[in-house]
C-alpha cells in the first residue's frame, strides 16, 4: 500500500480538521483505491480499503464511502483464461530469446527465472516479487541442492493473514533454481553486494536500475513472453503460473492435503489440525512426485 504516510500521519491527517469524519483523509484514500482499481488490482483495493477502516476504528476516526464510491470485485471471466500447460510453459522460457528489445543478457535471465520459479513454486505473484537472496542462498551456491524449499511467511503473502496460518512451504526442482543460480551469479557478477535481505528480481530499466520488481514490472515480462512464445496474450497473465502449478498438483498421486498445503491453503475443517506443517522433509519427497521438469509424465522415470 503506497499512502506515503505512516501510521502517525495518517492519524494526523484523519484529525486534521477536528472531523469525527475526516474528509481530507478520505480524499487521500480514494486517490490511492483508484490507483490500484485502473490497474485492475480490484482485490488488493478491497484488502486496503479493509485495514484501513479496521486502524481508523480503533483510534475512533470514521471513514465512509457511498454504494458507488466503493470498490465492487469482479473475477476475470473464465473464459478469457487459458492456463498454460506444461510444454506451453517450457516454450515460453525458450521463447524468452525470442523477445524483441532485450539485448542485455541479464533481462533474459531475470525472465526465466522468473517463470519457472513461478510455475515450479506456485506462489502468488505478489509473493515471487518479494523473495529475498536469504531463502536460497544455501541450497544454490556453491552447489544446488533440489528441491529447495521455500518458506513462505505473512511478510512474503500477505493472504497468509486471512488463512490464519504463519507460514507454509513450498518448493522448486532443477530447471528453476538452474535459471534461478545462473541469474543470481549474473547479479553478482556485475557488482551486487547481495545480502540474505536483497531482494531476488530487480529492475534493469537505464532510469531505474536495481529497485525491488514489483507486479507491473513481473507482468509486463509474462506479457512480453506470452507474445514471442505465440501463446494469446489477452488470456495468459502472472496468475496463470500459480493455476498450472496447481494442474500439476492434482496429475500426481500425492494426497489431498498436501496439495492444499503446497498452495498455502488452509486445510478444511478438523484436518487442518492433524496436518504437520513442520515437516518440509516430507512435504520435499512429496513435492518431488510431481512433474514439474520438461519431460512428459510417463517417461520421467524412464532410463
Not at 95 to 107: C, E, F, I, Q, Y
Not at 132 to 138: F, M, R
Not at 212 to 219: C, E
Request: hydrophobic share 35%; with cysteine; net charge positive.
Amino acid at each position: 500500500m503506497r499512502l506515503d504516510l505512516n501510521p502517525d500521519q495518517i492519524l494526523e491527517l484523519g484529525r486534521a480538521n477536528g472531523d469525527k469524519f475526516p474528509r481530507d483523509l478520505k480524499t487521500k484514500i480514494k486517490t490511492i483505491l483508484n490507483e490500484y482499481v485502473q490497474k485492475g488490482k480490484l482485490g488488493e483495493a478491497k484488502t486496503i480499503y479493509a485495514s484501513l477502516r479496521s486502524f481508523l476504528s480503533c483510534h475512533e476516526l470514521i471513514v465512509t464511502f457511498s454504494r458507488q464510491e466503493r470498490v465492487h470485485y469482479k473475477r476475470k471471466k473464465l473464459g478469457n483464461e487459458q492456463i498454460p500447460k506444461k510444454e506451453q510453459i517450457y516454450t515460453m522460457v525458450e521463447a524468452v530469446d525470442k523477445v524483441t528489445g532485450w539485448a542485455d543478457p541479464l533481462k533474459k535471465l531475470r525472465a526465466r527465472s522468473l517463470i519457472l520459479c513461478a510455475f515450479q513454486s506456485g506462489v502468488r505473484p505478489s509473493c515471487l516479487v518479494r523473495w529475498h537472496y536469504g531463502l536460497v542462498k544455501e541450497y544454490l551456491f556453491p552447489e544446488i541442492k533440489t528441491p529447495i524449499p521455500i518458506k513462505i511467511t505473512g511478510s512474503l503473502d500477505t493472504k497468509l493473514q486471512g488463512y490464519d496460518l504463519p507460514y507454509y512451504y513450498t518448493f522448486i526442482g532443477h530447471e528453476a533454481a538452474q535459471a534461478l543460480k545462473e541469474y543470481l551469479e549474473a547479479r553478482i557478477n556485475r557488482g551486487a553486494n547481495l545480502t540474505p535481505e536483497s531482494q531476488i528480481w530487480v529492475t534493469s530499466a537505464s532510469n531505474s536500475k536495481n529497485k525491488p520488481l514489483d507486479y507491473d514490472g513481473y507482468f509486463r515480462i509474462v506479457k512480453r513472453v506470452t507474445e514471442a512464445a505465440g501463446l494469446p496474450t489477452q488470456q495468459v497473465w502472472p496468475h496463470l503460473l500459480r493455476k498450472a502449478f496447481k494442474k500439476i498438483l492434482n496429475k500426481s498421486e500425492i494426497d489431498d492435503d498436501t496439495r492444499e498445503a503446497l498452495m498455502g491453503h488452509r486445510i478444511p475443517g478438523s484436518r487442518e489440525n492433524y496436518f504437520d506443517r513442520h515437516d518440509p522433509a516430507d512435504a520435499a519427497t512429496k513435492y518431488s512426485q510431481c512433474n514439474f521438469t520438461n519431460t512428459p509424465d510417463d517417461t520421467r522415470d524412464l532410463v
